[in-house]
Nanobody, 126 residues
Framework: QVQLVGSGGGLVQTGGSLRLSCAAS????????MGWFRQAPGKERDFVAGISWSGGSTYYADSVKGRFTISRDNAKNTMYLQMNSLTPEDTAVYYC???????????????????WGQGTQVTVSS
């Protein structure tokens, strides 16, 4: 069973940076494609970024391209999201998620992901 624990959220001013981490346990991390989603109050959970099991492919929502960078370290069973140039519109709970690479799915679709972390709050003040 995959267990995902997200961390690194917090309060930051507009223009600031944060790095989120997602630590996986209970599985062979390199078997899983990973992603980050976010959910603002009253809104749906939206795709932010995704990364293939090897790290060779990455995907981004248009709203974060050029500002956010997703990465992973399979030796440490950890995925990261470096967030720069943050704005109040980035305020949300951020969730990490995973699905087994044996399945061919759409990385942008939240229904592709079988396992979810507990979420970490990111608040950007104006």
């Amino acid at each position: 069973q995959v267990q995902l624990v997200g961390s690194g959220g917090g309060l930051v001013q507009t223009g600031g940076s944060l790095r989120l981490s997602c630590a996986a346990s209970g599985v062979t991390f390199s078997y899983y494609n990973m992603g980050w989603f976010r959910q603002a109050p009253g809104k749906e959970r939206d795709f932010v970024a995704g990364i293939s099991w090897s790290g060779g492919s990455t995907y981004y929502a248009d709203s974060v391209k050029g500002r956010f960078t997703i990465s992973r370290d399979n030796a440490k069973n950890t995925m990261y999201l470096q967030m720069n140039s943050l704005t109040p519109e980035d305020t949300a709970v951020y969730y990490c998620a995973a699905w087994n690479r044996v399945y061919s799915r759409n990385a942008y679709d939240r229904n592709a992901y079988d396992y979810w972390g507990q979420g970490t709050q990111v608040t950007v003040s104006s």
